[in-house]
């Protein structure tokens, strides 16, 4: 069964950088549709960002479109997402997510999650 590592999360401050690493292992990690969703608090989960199995086909909120970028490399079984110039607002929980039927931001068919990585972003 896929497991999912999430890393990277820090606090910077408003129009800082980071970038978040999600790491699987005990599956073939390339039959996964891998998304990336947060969590603030009081707020309900969104996704982010999205990666189709081969990299090819990218989805993003249009809250993060040319701020994001998610990529993957299916020989190290890891997903990233680069963030820039990120807001108070985007403080949050960060997940990664892996689904095997479709790919895309919606919720539904993710199965698999990480345990998450706090990102705070301070103005």
């Known amino acids: 069964l896929l497991q999912l590592v999430e890393s990277g999360g820090d606090s910077v401050q408003a129009g800082g950088s980071l970038r978040l690493s999600c790491v699987a292992s005990?599956?073939?990690?390339?039959?996964?549709?891998i998304a990336w969703f947060r969590q603030g608090s009081g707020k309900e989960r969104e996704a982010v960002a999205a990666?189709?199995?081969?990299?090819?086909?990218?989805f993003y909120a249009d809250s993060v479109k040319g701020r994001f970028t998610i990529s993957r490399d299916n020989a190290k079984n890891s997903a990233d997402i680069q963030m820039n110039n990120l807001k108070p607002d985007e403080t949050a929980t960060y997940y990664c997510?892996?689904?095997?039927?479709?790919?895309?931001?919606?919720?539904?068919?993710?199965?698999?999650w990480g345990q998450g990585t706090q990102v705070t972003v301070s103005s």
């Open positions: 997510a892996a689904n095997p039927f479709r790919c895309g931001l919606g919720g539904s068919g993710y199965e698999i």
């Open positions: 990666i189709g199995s081969t990299g090819v086909h990218t």
């Open positions: 005990g599956g073939t990690f390339s039959n996964y549709c």
